[in-house]
């Protein structure tokens, strides 16, 4: 539990699917995917490197890369925030376990 899966920065990131691709390249910090138990795996990126943390959770059906447009313009506004993006489980890059949620 808790174990985290690093990826590549520029590796099936949100930021290809919308806009210039090379604009959320730039903003991109990391990637990776956590495994909160077993089989269930949660893929997030985080944005920017600044001292004051956000983390913005999509709403039903969403992925991470709905937030992108948010992201770029709230590090443009404050360039002190760090912002972590996810795809909550069952939805985007992060797995479909089976069976009931918990």
Not at 1 to 8: I, L
Not at 30 to 36: F, I, Q, R
Not at 76 to 98: A, F, H, M, T, Y
Request: with cysteine; charged share 25%.
């Amino acid at each position: 539990m808790g174990s985290v899966e690093q990826t590549d920065a520029g590796e099936c990131s949100v930021y290809r699917y919308i806009g210039n691709e090379e604009e959320y390249k730039n903003l991109l910090h990391s990637s990776g995917v956590v495994e909160t138990e077993t089989d269930v795996k949660i893929y997030f990126e985080v944005y920017g490197t600044g001292p004051e943390k956000l983390l913005m959770v999509m709403g039903l059906g969403g992925t991470a890369m709905m937030w992108l447009p948010n992201v770029k313009y709230l590090l443009e506004k404050d360039p002190q925030l760090q912002i972590c993006v996810l795809d909550n489980r069952g939805i985007g890059r992060s797995s479909v376990p089976s069976g009931r949620y918990k």
